[in-house]
């Protein structure tokens, strides 16, 4: 099967709430994606296989130099198999043509190796205040 990731793809919620529910392990939620993204994204990164929904990452912005990495999640079956990381090379290379001059991640110690030796991020300082 061939995996096509598509900038800005279109989705239903429904398709984006249960991804998030299989790779996050939670019960699947009702969240509005679509709303979510028109109002806060410079854009999104849908990746499928068969008309499946089955990787997702966001790229949240500030208008202007700083473009943010959320929510990336991969189904469960397809994990470790380079979903994830064609998902934030995509991400990388449309926030370059928007002007972007900054991506930034934050993510789990367990999510250290993924984002730092797959996906090319580097170490920097940062600071974290828990609302």
């Given at each position: 099967?061939?995996?096509?990731?598509?900038?800005?793809?279109?989705?239903?919620?429904?398709?984006?709430?249960?991804?998030?529910?299989?790779?996050?392990?939670?019960?699947?939620?009702?969240?509005?994606?679509?709303?979510r993204l028109?109002?806060?994204?410079?854009?999104?990164?849908?990746?499928?296989?068969?008309?499946?929904?089955?990787?997702?990452?966001?790229?949240a912005w500030?208008?202007?130099?700083?473009?943010?990495?959320l929510d990336?999640?991969?189904?469960?079956?397809?994990?470790?198999?380079?979903?994830?990381?064609?998902?934030?090379?995509?991400?990388?290379?449309?926030?370059?043509?928007?002007?972007?001059?900054?991506?930034?991640?934050?993510?789990?110690?367990?999510?250290?190796?993924?984002?730092?030796?797959?996906?090319?991020?580097?170490?920097?300082?940062?600071?974290?205040?828990?609302?």
């Open positions: 099967m061939t995996i096509q990731y598509q900038w800005r793809g279109d989705f239903e919620n429904s398709a984006l709430n249960a991804l998030h529910a299989d790779g996050f392990g939670h019960p699947v939620a009702r969240t509005d994606w679509r709303e028109r109002r806060h994204s410079l854009g999104w990164v849908c990746a499928w296989e068969d008309g499946s929904l089955i990787g997702f990452v966001n790229v500030d208008g202007g130099a700083h473009a943010f990495i990336t999640v991969v189904a469960l079956h397809h994990r470790s198999k380079g979903v994830g990381a064609a998902l934030l090379s995509t991400a990388a290379e449309e926030a370059r043509i928007a002007k972007c001059e900054w991506l930034h991640v934050d993510f789990e110690e367990h999510l250290r190796s993924f984002y730092f030796h797959g996906c090319g991020f580097r170490e920097t300082a940062a600071g974290l205040i828990a609302l």
